[in-house]
């Protein structure tokens, strides 16, 4: 087959290799059909990872079609479409007992696309855990491209329930890429005042009018922590969820928040990197800031349940189709910031 592995920064080969075996009894094998581009694996093709240990086939997005099943498999046939998110909890560990399933501490032994090959291939090999626990068959009428939004959802979803958005609420999320579109989607959905989206693109500011926030800010232009209070009777936001995981954004996220706001911190800055608090804002403005990680079964399977029903459209985040050899190209696109998704089709 076919498949795209990582070999070191900016070095990315498209090889023939063989279709992966399973490995134990519970195991499934798919042939993909589509997986999307994603702002982890452009991290990945330009600095690594450090939970990736090359050559690897990378890419963790997808949906596609059972070709084989393990003998112990059960609920799954061959020629089924399927779905499966990226990882699944041990259910053992200390955080899987305290409920933090995100942080279980064997995450990393079920990984696509990190730890186990990923999904920028013609077949994946689906662990055994995941087969059991977040791998769903997609409804008739959800298309491959749409089911593959599964697992980045998932994620949206776990950092917006900590969000704990109420009805009326100023909601600011800082970063209109696809995972900022998500959340502006959900923000609406749970009832929000109103949603302001802040980027640096024009491309995306339009593309989160589209997708329904009610103003948006250009961060190149504007200042944005005084636009937003503007917006906001000069209180600042009672949510604010960073989506670039940049220190400066992290703080002026926490410059724009309210007195008894939200501040979550979805995106992930690089390692090493810190960011500075104003200890009298944080005191005696009780202010909440919350980091977020990865997602649980539970979301996995309301993200499918939201795509299927029609609650978050996915479908305008897919702005291109390329096949599995233009991967590299799709990369420095997505880099470009003049699309959202790319849709890799093998």
Same mark, same amino acid.
């Given at each position: 087959? &076919? @498949? ?36 982890? /694996? ?32 059960? +609920? ?10 990226? #990882? ?13 399933? +995100?942080?279980? !501490? !064997? ?17 994946? &090999?689906?662990?055994? &855990?995941?087969?059991?626990? +977040? =791998?769903?068959?997609?409804? /008739? ?24 958005? +109420? ?12 995972? $900022? ?7 609406? *959905?749970?009832?929000?005042? %109103? ?17 329904? *926030? ?5 961060? %190149? ?11 906001? /009777? ?10 670039? $995981? ?6 002026? *996220? ?5 007195? @008894? ?18 200890? &009298?804002? =944080? ?21 499918? /349940?939201?795509? #299927? ?16 050899? %233009?991967?590299?190209? *799709?990369?420095?696109? =997505? ?12």
């Amino acid at each position: 087959m &076919r @498949a795209i592995r990582f070999y070191s920064p900016g070095l990315l080969k498209l090889e023939e290799v063989d279709i992966p075996v399973l490995e134990h009894e519970g195991d499934v094998l798919v042939k993909t059909k589509a997986i999307l581009t994603c702002g982890t /694996d452009l991290k990945i093709y330009r600095r690594g990872h450090p939970k990736v240990k090359p050559p690897l086939i990378f890419g963790h997005e997808f949906s596609g079609v059972i070709e084989e099943v393990g003998e112990n498999v059960r +609920n799954f046939k061959r020629g089924m479409r399927v779905v499966a998110a990226n #990882s699944a909890p041990c259910n053992e560990c200390y955080f899987c007992k305290k409920g933090k399933h +995100n942080l279980c !501490e !064997e995450l990393t032994a079920t990984l696509i696309g990190f730890s186990v090959d990923g999904a920028y291939a013609e077949y994946i &090999r689906i662990p055994e &855990r995941i087969v059991r626990q +977040n =791998m769903y068959e997609i409804p /008739d009428h959800v298309s491959f491209q749409e089911a593959a939004f599964t697992e980045p959802l998932a994620c949206v979803i776990n950092g917006n329930d900590v969000a704990d958005i +109420n009805l009326a609420d100023n909601v600011v999320v800082i970063g209109a890429g696809p995972i $900022g579109l998500l959340h502006i989607q959900l923000a609406r *959905a749970r009832g929000a005042k %109103q949603v302001i989206a802040i980027d640096l693109i024009e491309y995306r500011l339009k593309k989160a009018l589209e997708i329904g *926030a009610h103003s948006v800010i250009n961060a %190149q232009t504007e200042d944005s922590v005084e636009k937003v209070k503007t917006f906001t /009777d000069s209180r600042g936001a009672d949510v604010v969820i960073e989506c670039v $995981g940049v220190p400066q954004t992290w703080e002026s *996220a926490i410059e724009m928040i309210s007195p @008894a706001g939200t501040v979550v911190l979805f995106g992930g800055a690089p390692a090493g990197t810190k960011f500075s608090v104003d200890t &009298r804002k =944080m005191h005696y403005e009780d202010i909440t800031i919350k980091g977020i990680f990865h997602h649980t079964p539970v979301c996995v399977k309301k993200a499918l /349940d939201l795509i #299927s029903s029609g609650i978050v459209n996915v479908k305008p985040l897919i702005t291109k189709e390329m096949p599995l050899n %233009q991967l590299e190209n *799709a990369l420095n696109e =997505m880099q470009k910031g003049e699309t959202i998704k790319i849709a890799v089709i093998p």
